[in-house]
C-alpha cells in the first residue's frame, strides 16, 4: 500500500532547487553578449541576496550589498582569480554590478543591480513564454509589419509548392550545407502516439522536455537570428519537432528560390543584415494567418511564402553585385 502513497521525498525537493537567469538576458542585445559564466555569476548572486539581507548587509538607502573577498567568490562560482576578475569586468560594463571602495580597513561593498527591460524585451519574453495555444489567440498589443496589418488572408501560390505538396523532408536525403551539416537539425525520436491521445503525464513530460531543447536552440543555433527562432518558436506552437520540420523547410525553400537566381546558398546568410529582418517579418505574417485561421497546410505554405522572400531577396542580393562587379555571385 506504501509504494502507491507519492510522498514528498527530500532528496527530489533539494534536486528542484535551482538558480534563476532573467529572460531577458535571452532577448536584450545588450546581455546577449554576456558570457556563460557571467549570467551564471549573477543568477548565484541573485539568489544571495536574502542572504544579504539575513546579515544586514544593506546601506542608508535599503540598497542590498555584498561583502565578499576575492577567495570567497571563487569558492562561491567555482571559478580561479582570472575567471572572477573577467565575470566582475563583464557585469560592470553590461551596468549589472557597481563596486564601491569603502576606504582604508573597509571592505569593498559590491552592489548588484537589475537588469534593464524595454518594450522590445517584453515581446520577445512572451514569444519565450508562448501560451499554450498562442497562435488561436488575438494578436494584442505588437508591432507588427504593415503588411500584416490588414487582416485578409494572403492568397497562396500553388505554384510554389513541390510536387505533390510533399514536405516530410525528415526522410529525405539533400545536398543542401545547411541542413546536414547541423546537429541540431536531426530530428526526434518521438512516440507514435499523437499529442492528444497522450496521458497528463507524458503530455507535461513533452512540454517539459521541448521547452528544453528550445533553450539549447537558442543559445546553439548559427543558422537562424535569434528573433527568427522566436518567431519560428510562435509558429510551431512550442512544438520542437514540428520547429526542426519548418526549419528544414524554410532552408529547402531557401535554396531553390537562390538557385533560380544562380546565387549559391550557402553565401546566403540569414543573419547577415539585410536578410535577417526580412525574413523575419515574413515569418510573422505567416503568424499573423495562422492566428487568422487562414492556412490549412502550415508547411506548404511557409514554403511558397519563404520561397517569394527568397526569390526577392536574391534578385536584390543578384542585382547588388552586378552593379558592384558586372558579375552575379555563382556557382564554382
Excluded at 538607502?61 to 562560482?77: M, P, S, V
Excluded at 560592470?92 to 534593464?116: C, D, F, I, S, W
Aim: aromatic share 8%; with cysteine.
Amino acid at each position: 500500500m506504501d509504494n502507491q502513497l507519492n510522498y514528498y521525498n527530500i532528496k527530489q525537493e533539494y534536486a528542484l532547487k535551482f538558480f534563476q537567469v532573467p529572460k531577458v538576458f535571452m532577448t536584450n542585445d545588450k546581455y546577449k553578449k554576456l558570457s556563460a559564466e557571467a549570467k551564471l555569476a549573477f543568477a548565484i548572486l541573485s539568489d544571495r541576496l536574502q542572504l544579504s539581507i539575513k546579515n544586514h548587509w544593506f546601506d542608508k538607502a535599503g540598497n542590498i550589498y555584498f561583502i565578499y573577498t576575492g577567495e570567497q567568490l571563487e569558492q562561491i562560482l567555482g571559478c580561479g582569480h582570472s575567471k572572477i576578475t573577467s565575470i566582475k569586468k563583464e557585469l560592470t560594463e553590461a551596468q549589472l554590478l557597481v563596486m564601491k571602495r569603502m576606504g582604508q580597513g573597509k571592505a569593498n561593498r559590491m552592489y548588484l543591480l537589475g537588469p534593464e527591460i524595454t518594450d522590445n524585451d517584453i515581446y520577445g519574453i512572451d514569444q519565450l513564454e508562448t501560451a499554450e495555444n498562442p497562435l488561436a489567440e488575438e494578436v494584442v498589443n505588437i508591432d507588427l509589419p504593415t503588411s500584416m496589418n490588414d487582416g485578409q488572408p494572403e492568397t497562396l501560390d500553388k505554384s510554389r509548392l513541390l510536387k505533390n505538396s510533399n514536405l516530410d523532408y525528415r526522410k529525405t536525403v539533400t545536398s543542401d550545407t545547411d541542413i546536414n551539416n547541423t546537429e541540431y537539425l536531426k530530428t526526434l525520436n518521438t512516440d507514435t502516439k499523437k499529442t492528444d491521445t497522450l496521458t497528463d503525464s507524458s503530455q507535461n513530460i513533452k512540454q517539459l522536455q521541448d521547452a528544453a531543447l528550445f533553450e539549447v536552440q537558442l543559445e546553439n543555433d548559427n543558422i537562424f537570428s535569434k528573433q527568427q527562432l522566436l518567431a519560428l518558436k510562435l509558429l510551431s506552437n512550442g512544438d520542437f519537432e514540428l520547429f526542426c520540420t519548418v526549419q528544414k523547410t524554410i532552408l529547402r525553400a531557401k535554396k531553390q528560390a537562390l538557385n533560380s537566381h544562380q546565387i549559391q546558398s550557402s553565401l546566403f546568410d540569414l543573419q547577415d543584415e539585410d536578410i535577417d529582418q526580412p525574413v523575419y517579418d515574413a515569418l510573422m505574417r505567416i503568424v499573423q494567418q495562422v492566428r487568422l485561421g487562414a492556412i490549412q497546410d502550415l508547411n506548404s505554405y511557409v514554403f511558397s511564402t519563404m520561397f517569394d522572400q527568397f526569390e526577392q531577396l536574391g534578385s536584390k542580393r543578384a542585382i547588388t553585385a552586378y552593379k558592384a562587379s558586372g558579375a552575379t555571385i555563382t556557382w564554382e
